[in-house]
C-alpha cells in the first residue's frame, strides 16, 4: 500500500529542481535553463525554462524566475503595473511623464484589466479595452478623444514591451492591435502674419509685451521665455542662448534643465527685438527701485513686478487677455511657437536654419507639424506663380 502511493506521488512529481537556473549560450540564442532530477529513477534532467534572441531579454527573465515572479498564474496586470513597471519609471523620469503614466495606467487601464493575468492579455483582449474607451457613455460622450486614447495604448504598449524584455511575456500583445484614427479636426495652431501684427499691437504698451515679440521672433517655447535670463542674453551681438525651462510639476513652477541637447541653442535677432529687450530691461530696472526691499532678484529677463518667476498659467491667462483686446482668433502659447515656424519657413527660406532655431531634433518635425498657412507670404507666391504662366501681352 505505501509503495503504491509512494509510487503514485512520484508519478505525480515528476521533476525536482535543484540550484539557480542557469543563462547559456546555444545555437546563436539565449536559453534559461533549470537543472533538477526525476524523483522516481534519481536522474538528472535539465529543464529549458525559456529561450530569447538577445542576452538582454533572457538575463530579465532570469532575474525574474530567481524572483519567483516570472510566468507564475496569479501575477496579473494590475499587479505588474503597480508593483514592477512604474515603480521602476520613478525618478528615471520626468515628474511630468511618470504623473502621466499613473494616470493612465490607474484611470484607465487598471479599472478595465486590472484583473486580468498578464500572461492572458491577448491582442482581443486590448481590441476590447480600446473599443470601450472609444464608446460613448450615459452623456453621449466618448471616455476618450482619439488623442487620448493613442496615448494611453502608447503608455500601456511600452509597459507589455518590458514585460517581455523581463521574461513575463513571450511577446507584447498590443502590437497586433490598430491605435484609433487620429483627431482631424482642423483647429487653429498658429495666426497669419496679419494677426500675429495685431495682437503684438495690442499688447505694445503692457510690461510683458517684449516676452511676447520675443516668442513670435524667436520661436522659443513658453517655459524657455519664462526662464531666460539677462546672462544668457547679449543685445550688442542680438543673440540669447537657451539653456533652461520652466515648467510646472504638480501646479507648481519648477526651473529645469532642458530635455534634449539640440534644445540648447543660440538663437540670433535684429536690432528692433535688442531695441524692445532694451526698452523692457530699463522698466524692470524703475520696477526693482520702485518696490526697494521687495524684490526678488532671480536674474531672468521676465518676472513678476516683484521679481520673482511668471507662473506659466498666469503667462497663458495673460496672452489670452491680449487676445481678446486684438480681436484674433484664439491660440495657446505653443501657437505663437507654430506662428514663428510658419512666418520663418516663408521669411527665411532655409528649414535647417529654421530646425536649429527651434530647437528640433528631426527635421521632419520643422517640415510636418509647425507648417500653416501665412496668408501674405502665399498671396505673393501666387502673383509670382500667376506671372510664370501668364503668356506676355502682345505688343501694341
Same mark, same amino acid.
Given at each position: 500500500?505505501? =509503495?503504491? @502511493?509512494? &509510487?503514485?506521488?512520484?508519478?505525480? #512529481?515528476?521533476?525536482?529542481?535543484?540550484? *539557480?537556473?542557469? /543563462?547559456?549560450? %546555444?545555437?546563436?540564442?539565449?536559453?534559461?535553463?533549470?537543472?533538477?532530477?526525476?524523483?522516481?529513477?534519481?536522474?538528472?534532467?535539465?529543464?529549458?525554462?525559456?529561450?530569447?534572441?538577445?542576452?538582454?531579454?533572457?538575463?530579465?527573465?532570469?532575474?525574474?524566475?530567481?524572483?519567483?515572479?516570472?510566468?507564475?498564474?496569479?501575477?496579473?496586470?494590475?499587479?505588474?503595473?503597480?508593483?514592477?513597471?512604474?515603480?521602476?519609471?520613478?525618478?528615471?523620469?520626468?515628474?511630468?511623464?511618470?504623473?502621466?503614466?499613473?494616470?493612465?495606467?490607474?484611470?484607465?487601464?487598471?479599472?478595465?484589466?486590472? =484583473?486580468? @493575468?498578464? &500572461?492572458?492579455?491577448?491582442?482581443? #483582449?486590448?481590441?476590447?479595452?480600446?473599443? *470601450?474607451?472609444? /464608446?460613448?457613455? %450615459?452623456?453621449?460622450?466618448?471616455?476618450?478623444?482619439?488623442?487620448?486614447?493613442?496615448?494611453?495604448?502608447?503608455?500601456?504598449?511600452?509597459?507589455?514591451?518590458?514585460?517581455?524584455?523581463?521574461?513575463?511575456?513571450?511577446?507584447?500583445?498590443?502590437?497586433?492591435?490598430?491605435?484609433?484614427?487620429?483627431?482631424?479636426?482642423?483647429?487653429?495652431?498658429?495666426?497669419?502674419?496679419?494677426?500675429?501684427?495685431?495682437?503684438?499691437?495690442?499688447?505694445?504698451?503692457?510690461?510683458?509685451?517684449?516676452?511676447?515679440?520675443?516668442?513670435?521672433?524667436?520661436?522659443?517655447?513658453?517655459?524657455?521665455?519664462? =526662464?531666460? @535670463?539677462?546672462?544668457?542674453?547679449?543685445?550688442?551681438?542680438?543673440?540669447?542662448?537657451?539653456?533652461?525651462?520652466?515648467?510646472?510639476?504638480?501646479?507648481?513652477?519648477?526651473?529645469?534643465?532642458?530635455?534634449?541637447?539640440?534644445?540648447?541653442?543660440?538663437?540670433?535677432?535684429?536690432?528692433?527685438?535688442?531695441?524692445?529687450?532694451?526698452?523692457?530691461?530699463?522698466?524692470?530696472?524703475?520696477?526693482?527701485?520702485?518696490?526697494?526691499?521687495?524684490?526678488?532678484?532671480?536674474?531672468?529677463?521676465?518676472?513678476?513686478?516683484?521679481?520673482?518667476?511668471?507662473?506659466?498659467?498666469?503667462?497663458?491667462?495673460?496672452?489670452?487677455?491680449?487676445?481678446?483686446?486684438?480681436?484674433?482668433?484664439?491660440?495657446?502659447?505653443?501657437?505663437?511657437?507654430?506662428?514663428?515656424?510658419?512666418?520663418?519657413?516663408?521669411?527665411?527660406?532655409?528649414?535647417?536654419?529654421?530646425?536649429?532655431?527651434?530647437?528640433?531634433?528631426?527635421?521632419?518635425?520643422?517640415?510636418?507639424?509647425?507648417?500653416?498657412?501665412?496668408?501674405?507670404?502665399?498671396?505673393?507666391?501666387?502673383?509670382?506663380?500667376?506671372?510664370?504662366?501668364?503668356?506676355?501681352?502682345?505688343?501694341?
Amino acid at each position: 500500500m505505501y =509503495a503504491l @502511493r509512494d &509510487r503514485t506521488i512520484a508519478q505525480m #512529481v515528476q521533476w525536482i529542481a535543484v540550484g *539557480e537556473p542557469q /543563462l547559456q549560450r %546555444q545555437r546563436r540564442k539565449w536559453v534559461v535553463r533549470q537543472a533538477g532530477y526525476d524523483p522516481a529513477t534519481g536522474k538528472r534532467r535539465v529543464k529549458q525554462l525559456a529561450t530569447f534572441e538577445t542576452k538582454r531579454a533572457a538575463t530579465a527573465h532570469l532575474k525574474a524566475v530567481t524572483a519567483g515572479r516570472a510566468g507564475t498564474d496569479t501575477e496579473t496586470l494590475a499587479d505588474f503595473l503597480e508593483s514592477v513597471w512604474l515603480p521602476s519609471k520613478e525618478g528615471r523620469v520626468e515628474v511630468s511623464t511618470y504623473d502621466q503614466y499613473c494616470w493612465a495606467v490607474r484611470r484607465h487601464v487598471v479599472p478595465h484589466l486590472g =484583473a486580468v @493575468r498578464l &500572461r492572458d492579455v491577448t491582442p482581443e #483582449v486590448l481590441d476590447g479595452w480600446l473599443r *470601450e474607451l472609444s /464608446l460613448a457613455g %450615459q452623456t453621449g460622450k466618448a471616455r476618450l478623444g482619439p488623442t487620448s486614447t493613442r496615448l494611453v495604448r502608447r503608455i500601456l504598449s511600452m509597459a507589455l514591451e518590458e514585460a517581455v524584455q523581463r521574461g513575463r511575456l513571450a511577446r507584447n500583445p498590443m502590437r497586433l492591435t490598430q491605435p484609433p484614427r487620429p483627431d482631424r479636426t482642423h483647429k487653429k495652431l498658429g495666426w497669419t502674419l496679419d494677426e500675429a501684427r495685431a495682437f503684438l499691437a495690442a499688447s505694445s504698451g503692457h510690461r510683458l509685451y517684449a516676452a511676447f515679440h520675443l516668442c513670435l521672433v524667436t520661436g522659443l517655447r513658453r517655459g524657455e521665455i519664462l =526662464a531666460l @535670463r539677462w546672462a544668457d542674453v547679449e543685445l550688442d551681438q542680438g543673440q540669447l542662448e537657451v539653456v533652461q525651462q520652466l515648467t510646472l510639476e504638480r501646479g507648481r513652477p519648477v526651473l529645469k534643465q532642458l530635455k534634449t541637447e539640440y534644445s540648447e541653442r543660440l538663437v540670433t535677432f535684429g536690432p528692433a527685438t535688442s531695441a524692445t529687450l532694451v526698452e523692457h530691461r530699463q522698466h524692470q530696472r524703475e520696477e526693482a527701485d520702485f518696490v526697494g526691499g521687495a524684490w526678488m532678484e532671480s536674474g531672468l529677463v521676465f518676472t513678476t513686478n516683484l521679481g520673482g518667476w511668471i507662473d506659466p498659467n498666469n503667462f497663458r491667462r495673460l496672452m489670452d487677455s491680449m487676445i481678446d483686446k486684438a480681436g484674433v482668433p484664439r491660440i495657446t502659447p505653443k501657437g505663437m511657437r507654430h506662428t514663428a515656424q510658419s512666418v520663418g519657413r516663408v521669411v527665411v527660406g532655409d528649414d535647417k536654419v529654421m530646425q536649429e532655431r527651434l530647437g528640433h531634433s528631426d527635421i521632419g518635425i520643422t517640415l510636418n507639424t509647425y507648417t500653416h498657412t501665412v496668408s501674405e507670404q502665399h498671396r505673393e507666391a501666387g502673383r509670382r506663380l500667376d506671372d510664370v504662366f501668364t503668356p506676355p501681352a502682345p505688343p501694341a
